[in-house]
């Protein structure tokens, strides 16, 4: 019929952003297309209170949601301030790109991203204390994160007996 | 000098001859970016882009011809609210180019034919709209567009086609009028006259039974909500009435008034209204949402009213604006927000009715409710010194009237409103009235996005009794003081049998121990179902599992086996639901979750022997509706096994006929034919069945439905009492509400309900809503 406009299909919420999974088992270009099929996102910037009921309740307003899997804390298996969430199909998972990334649960900015798909030892977070790797070198003090990073932890009781 | 040549050879020796090949792509992208851009925010005028675009396009029409005809052609598809910048383009393209004109006329009625036939009919309105601005920049004769309009409103002479085909050839035409009515009755006053009386004469006769299960608010007042057609009827009566003085619309062709006068025109080819097919998809009837006129917006300007033609374009242009950029909610935001012509128009107030117009849009919005939140958010981001405002004052007014606000919408508020945390005000405490109720489901569904303290502490002291339940689990067995319950002692066995990881059989054998309430010592019936059993059974497994939703989940899947053992009748499995429902009556949210287990499917109505005033929980509604949807992607699934079923066959006979007379590929070939053969045979029984379960599903909700409708209305008319109880609105409203979410599926058993259930001897105040709803597509 007539053409179609590339200027006019723009979907910039949905594309993949330029995170990899350092520990994804195969080359860049399998991983690229894994997400690019994706029905399965990360979340993150959760406070570790978060439910899964909760996380289920925001997730579901873009379409049925299979599966909900909160990341945990490696040593502790506390949850850690993240998640995964698969839908049943890609179209749910993308209007969850375009109209849930970015908004807030439990009163902090979520930020979602394609996933290759949820593999077994994904579900925990890769930091040297067990949580996620952003919470070991944090300056701030965030007390749905546990309060102060690991590091900053670290250097403040370090400080604290050197003091006394 | 040096620097450009080795950028130009970063590719070696490769890069000039690749960039020779590429450069049309890279031509044709950039008029598309062009074209697709004129018109946005520039430090140049419009009339100078528009200047400057027309010279750049007369210089590449030589080579570049059916590229910028198939992209003009676009444009006036899917950019409808930039209608007029571009037939000024091609006003003055025409002006330099004649035959160029020509040929984008034909290209267009080209477009309008392949548009007609593939049901895109919303699309088919841009383009004759298109077709009649063009009128206005002198690319079209006016008497042949007049001609085109006595074409289509002739359709309204047919017989025997279905009421939505003759309404979309009327609303073509009037809503063209607002664009081109004052040059066409310039031109051919007689003619249009003797059309808009047909038209007056059509819109007298036609049928408006559909009209009650559209509206959002059942009162009048204070705005009526009016049939799409009568509305847009009594706006073109106004503008006629104001010799078509139209002052909104932008029109860059005025100011090249000079030029295009000099150009030629082209007349229209004859255009017949291609006739009425069996598969054919009109568009659905709507009604008008209004909540806001000029006694809204305090200071600023005047909201046109609701029959002037201006309230109708600038409604049109917002809801096309939502329609381009809905999968970019900031974009949205902006465009909606840069709106033409703001400077005179309310336009928050405009931006807010429009959107919640759609959101309330019956039957369902023409966007994922979602998306409506966050457009909004976005909103007030950009505006955040006014638009809040005029969203608050929205939702205090949509509060106040919620007493006769469609249930569908009062839901869908519902969602809006806890994604956008507004404070609601309460005023009187009797739990089954609209207000009370929204309110309570409003806290309830608030605290699923975060925690029962959180409630507690936000909400003030007034609104208490309204707070939800802390959802904590009603176990029965819980502790010493239920010892004396039958099936306790039970319990606890079973209870460490599942902690010690005891196998199917064992458990089993345990609760082969629980005597059976229901059988007497000489029923010789065999195994009816035990629900003492079940209740233990289930009670103990859930309360080991009730961590969170994947811990019940995974419980459920792992003792799947025993349940369907206890469950084999069907009042087995009515005693699940029971049960699940009894074990988290204070956390409805996992209410809905439980609910969704396929093999419970067709049960779900047992919800419904429950008080009434359960009835009237939002989640029973999302388990049932939830349930439905799991259905319907069940037939999907197995239907589309089919058809790659059949393409692959197709496939495969098609390769055995090119391929040639191998003996030895022949009976290979032959054989799997044959297998792929009985395969779909299988999925056909498969998908027959799957249909037939469908069909089972919405006779048995729809009969429900009739059983307590029937009820309720014997025991007020016996009694000599209203039937209009706030729970008899509720039901006929879900009920309603049944039909429109799922139309697309039940339009498919409309033969059966009507032969089976929805008969003449029905109640008149149950078929009516029946009959509304096939009136939606008649």
């Known amino acids: ?164 | 000098m040096s620097r450009r040549r080795h950028s130009d050879e970063n590719d070696g020796g490769q890069a000039h001859k690749r960039r020779r090949t590429s450069e049309p792509i890279e031509i044709e992208d950039r008029l598309e970016s062009l074209i697709c851009r004129v018109g946005e925010k520039s430090t140049s005028s419009l009339e100078s882009n528009l200047e400057g675009l027309a010279g750049v396009l007369e210089a590449d029409l030589p080579n570049y011809k059916n590229k910028i005809l198939r992209i003009l052609c676009s444009v006036a598809r899917l950019l409808p609210e930039k209608l007029t910048v571009y037939t000024t383009l091609v006003g003055l393209l025409n002006a330099r180019n004649y035959n160029f004109g020509g040929e984008f006329v034909e290209a267009m009625i080209r477009q309008l034919k392949e548009t007609l036939k593939n049901n895109l009919y919303n699309e088919a309105v841009y383009l004759v709209r298109f077709l009649s601005d063009l009128v206005n920049c002198h690319v079209i004769a006016a008497p042949s567009m007049v001609a085109m309009f006595e074409n289509f409103i002739s359709v309204t002479q047919e017989e025997d086609v279905p009421q939505v085909r003759l309404d979309w050839f009327v609303y073509v035409v009037l809503s063209c009028l607002p664009w081109v009515g004052k040059e066409l009755y310039e031109k051919k006053d007689v003619e249009m006259d003797r059309l808009l009386s047909q038209i007056e004469g059509y819109l007298k006769r036609r049928v408006k039974t559909h009209v009650p299960m559209l509206q959002v608010w059942t009162a009048e007042k204070p705005h009526p909500q009016e049939e799409y057609l009568d509305c847009l009827w009594a706006q073109i009566q106004k503008l006629k009435k104001d010799r078509w003085q139209e002052r909104h619309i932008l029109r860059p062709y005025i100011a090249f008034d000079s030029v295009l006068c000099e150009a030629l025109q082209h007349n229209l080819p004859p255009f017949t209204p291609p006739g009425h097919m069996p598969d054919a998809q009109y568009p659905m009837p709507r009604v008008i949402f209004r909540m806001f006129d000029y006694t809204d917006a305090p200071e600023g300007p005047v909201m046109p009213g609701s029959h002037s033609v201006e309230r109708f374009v600038i409604e049109e242009n917002l809801h096309c604006i939502i329609k381009t950029h809905w999968k970019e909610r900031k974009t949205c935001a902006a465009q909606l927000l840069s709106y033409p012509g703001k400077n005179k128009i309310p336009l928050n107030y405009h931006i807010v009715e429009v959107i919640f117009a759609e959101l309330f849009q019956l039957p369902s919005p023409p966007h994922i409710d979602v998306m409506y939140t966050s457009l909004l958010i976005e909103l007030c981001k950009l505006q955040p010194g006014s638009l809040p405002q005029v969203l608050a004052q929205a939702t205090e007014m949509l509060y106040m009237r919620l007493d006769t606000m469609n249930t569908s919408c009062i839901d869908r508020f519902i969602y809006q409103l806890v994604c956008s945390s507004f404070e609601a005000d309460c005023l009187t405490l009797d739990l089954d009235k609209p207000k009370p109720k929204f309110v309570k489901e409003v806290l309830e569904k608030s605290m699923r996005l975060s925690y029962h303290q959180r409630i507690v502490d936000i909400v003030p002291a007034t609104f208490s009794a309204l707070i939800p339940a802390d959802p904590i689990f009603t176990f029965k067995y819980e502790d010493e003081s239920a010892s004396t319950l039958p099936g306790y002692a039970t319990s606890v066995t079973v209870s460490n049998a599942i902690k010690n990881r005891a196998s199917n059989e064992e458990i089993l054998a345990i609760l082969k121990e629980v005597p059976n309430p229901n059988q007497e010592d000489d029923d010789d019936e065999g195994e009816s179902f035990n629900p003492l059993k079940i209740d233990v059974f289930l009670q103990t497994l859930l309360h080991l599992a009730a961590k969170s939703f994947s811990h019940s989940f995974s419980a459920l899947g792992k003792f799947h086996e025993i349940l369907k053992t206890l469950t084999e009748s069907d009042e087995g499995k009515l005693h699940i639901l029971k049960v699940v429902y009894e074990v988290w009556r204070n956390h409805p949210q996992c209410d809905c979750f439980h609910g969704e287990e396929r093999q419970l499917i067709c049960e779900v109505s047992s919800c419904w022997n429950e008080p009434p005033l359960i009835f009237c929980r939002l989640f029973i509604w999302e388990i049932l509706h939830s349930t439905i949807r799991k259905m319907n992607k069940h037939v999907q699934k197995i239907q589309k096994e089919l058809e790659e079923a059949k393409e692959k066959l197709e496939k495969q006979q098609n390769k055995r006929r090119d391929s040639g007379e191998d003996e030895d590929m022949e009976k290979n070939s032959e054989d799997e034919e044959g297998q792929l053969e009985e395969q779909i045979e299988r999925l056909q029984e498969k998908v027959e069945s799957a249909q037939s379960e469908q069909k089972n599903l919405f006779l048995v909700i729809f009969q429900r439905f009739i059983m307590l409708l029937t009820e309720h209305l014997v025991r007020c008319e016996t009694g000599s009492v209203d039937i209009s109880t706030p729970w008899y609105k509720n039901c006929i409203e879900r009920l309603q509400q049944v039909f429109l979410m799922h139309h697309v599926t039940i339009q498919q058993y409309m033969g059966t309900l009507e032969n089976l259930l929805f008969t003449a001897e029905l109640d008149h105040h149950i078929l009516a809503v029946y009959q509304q709803f096939c009136a939606l597509q008649l």
């Open chain 1, 1 to 164: 019929m007539s053409a179609k406009l590339n200027a006019l299909n723009s979907d910039s919420y949905t594309e993949v952003s330029q995170y990899r999974d350092q520990h994804f088992k195969g080359n860049r270009y399998e991983q690229e297309k894994l997400l690019k099929q994706s029905n399965t996102l990360y979340v993150g910037n959760l406070s570790f209170y978060t439910t899964e009921e909760q996380v289920h309740e925001l997730f579901a307003k873009c379409g049925d949601v299979k599966r909900i899997i909160i990341g945990l804390d490696k040593i502790k298996k506390t949850a850690c301030g993240f998640c995964f969430v698969e839908y049943y199909t890609r179209g749910d998972a993308e209007n969850a790109m375009r109209f849930v990334n970015g908004t807030r649960l439990d009163d902090r900015i979520i930020r979602t991203d394609w996933d290759a798909g949820f593999k077994e030892g994904r579900q925990y977070g890769r930091g040297k204390s067990g949580g996620q790797v952003r919470d070991e070198y944090r300056q701030d003090y965030d007390p749905a994160r546990g309060g102060y990073g690991k590091l900053a932890q670290q250097q403040r009781s370090t400080e604290a007996r050197n003091t006394f």
